[in-house]
């Protein structure tokens, strides 16, 4: 969905290695989501934010860390990059609404490779 | 440890023919069900979903069932066409708009 865009794509990093994955949206919504997938995993959640002020661990926050800088922006940083963080890395968003509340939009992902 | 549970792992199907997908989860709060399709490349898109206090639900060539009693719920994709060749994900969260817990997926093939 363009209206949620990840930066970098694609990225390779080494061991030890700092990075951050950037998320934007233009929907306007409130709420922001973190996920990993792995092959014959499905989606697990890293982490999520309600709204600027409140951010909550999902499954599997170990080894990652978040900042929602804005209404419109969820960063995801891997503080010392590993091996197994090796995946594909998507940001979703849905509406705070009763109705609009009913659908995550999802972004194109990042592939991370860590060497 | 997997909340949704998802079967098969892979599916083909030939043209023309049903569908079926399946997922059984153990949380009794869980009371919010979506699919997510999701192709290679994109990120997943939600497909259709239900609320616990249906049994079914359909929307056009998909139908989700559900058996709240035996904690079970399926997708059936009617007349498969190639064009939905892709990745198809359960869900279950508390309440729409809460973290979803998905299954990991079935990679469908429809020939």
Redesign the interface.
């Known amino acids: 969905d363009a209206d949620v865009t990840q930066t970098p794509r694609n990225r390779i990093t080494k061991t030890g290695k700092r990075i951050m994955l950037e998320c934007s949206q233009t929907k306007g919504h409130d709420r922001m989501y973190w996920y990993r997938q792995d092959p014959g995993l499905g989606l697990r959640l890293i982490y999520y934010s309600f709204d600027v002020k409140d951010i909550n661990k999902g499954e599997i926050s170990d080894g990652y860390s978040v900042s929602r800088q804005a209404q419109a922006k969820f960063s995801l940083s891997l503080e010392s990059a590993i091996p197994n963080q090796t995946a594909l890395y998507f940001c979703a968003t849905s509406d705070n609404t009763a109705q609009g509340r009913e659908t995550q939009y999802f972004g194109p992902g990042t592939r991370l490779l860590v060497l | 440890q997997?909340q949704v549970k998802?079967s098969p792992?892979s599916l083909i199907v030939q043209k023309g023919g049903i569908s079926i997908i399946n997922c059984a989860y153990e949380n009794t709060a869980f009371d919010?069900f979506?699919w997510y399709q999701q192709f290679p490349?994109?990120?997943?898109?939600?497909l259709i979903?239900i609320r616990p206090d249906v049994s079914e639900k359909k929307e056009g060539r998909f139908t989700i069932s559900f058996n709240k009693s035996a904690k079970q719920f399926s997708l059936h994709i009617m007349d498969s066409q190639p064009g939905d060749s892709a990745t198809y994900?359960c869900a279950a969260s508390i309440?729409?708009?809460?973290?979803?817990?998905?299954?990991?997926?079935t990679s469908l093939l429809v020939t």
């Not at chain 2, 309440?95 to 997926?105: E, I, Q, T, V």
């Open positions: 997997q998802q792992q919010y979506p490349g994109k990120g997943p898109a939600l979903a994900f309440s729409p708009g809460y973290a979803l817990n998905f299954g990991k997926g």
